[in-house]
């Protein structure tokens, strides 16, 4: 069995002027990307977006340095009916007002771009990459991937040393990931930088998430402590990617960015080893071009319709889409 998508619709744009939440006027944000969302506890999701702009932004594109440039922002929302749209109930703020730049940056970083998240016992936890320097569309290079961590809902995060993988020959398998909790354990699909690559699955132990040393690795029958042995979960190219648990139909999902296909690739397994089905494009780069991400909203992991956010390199902004889903 595995899914099938019936249709897709594009719903609104989420973020930037003239949407329904106003993220211009309500938190400098103009123009932003990705939208990682995940079930934050309390009733809310968060959502976790990239390189963010405000006043001045130039109108095609992402341009670090100018026009209010933040690396990272976080919002949050209580919606639970998504037909209409994803509304916004606040961001965590600087203190000028605005949208405030939650995972720091430092020297030899050109961003930190967030990849996936989750809340494990009220702790916040964030995959993110550090952008040594930009390539050719869909090419990069990072120093490395780690895991960022919070203790006060968001507000502020800390990057641990100990939770990285250092990406010094441009080989790391981890350096973007997409976490997914199961059977007790913390997962991590993982891919090199850029989007030309397999994905591999590693795991850990939710008291030992922040130690990279603990993390063990798939070779394709069992679990070993080295990243040099993990092997592909499935043969094909991904690039940003969401993965979540449908507890309607009993399967994972795995949302990404697949730029051979040319468009996002909806895929499904009956376990987070596999075997995965070999998906299908549920939002074409040919009718919406230069898209990117697909992040799941895990509170419409029950039912036929599945929420997600996509990006469009223009206008530089997030959409929520729906797609229907059904087995065969």
Known sequence: MEI??????????????????????????????????????????FALFGDTFGAGWGGRGAGPGSADWRSNVLAWSTARDL?????????????????????????????????SAITVDGT??????????????????????????????????????????????GRSRFQIGAFARDAGAVHLFGTTNGRHDVPYLARVEPARLLHADAWEYWDGRDWRDDERHAAPVFDGSVGEMSVGYHSGFGLWLMMHLDEPRKGIVLRSAPSLTGPWSEGEVVVSGEEYPAIYGGFLHPWSLEGPELYYLVSQWEPYNVFLTRTRLDVG
């Open 4 to 45: 099938r998508a019936v249709e897709t619709e594009r719903i609104e744009q989420v973020t930037g002027a003239g949407t329904a939440n106003r993220t211009d006027e309500r938190f400098a944000v103009t123009a932003t990307d990705l939208g990682i969302l995940w079930d934050a506890g309390g009733g809310r999701v």
């Open 124 to 169: 916040h936890y964030v995959h993110y990459m550090s952008v040594r320097e930009w390539g050719r569309p869909g090419h990069w290079r990072t120093n490395h991937a780690g895991i960022a961590v919070s203790t006060d809902d968001g507000r502020t995060w800390d990057k641990p040393r100990s939770a990285r993988w250092k990406n010094r020959d």
């Open 83 to 115: 037909s209409g749209g994803l509304p916004f109930d606040g961001v965590v703020e600087r203190p000028e007002g605005g949208a405030a730049q939650v995972l720091p940056s430092g020297r030899r970083e050109v961003t930190v771009i967030p990849n």
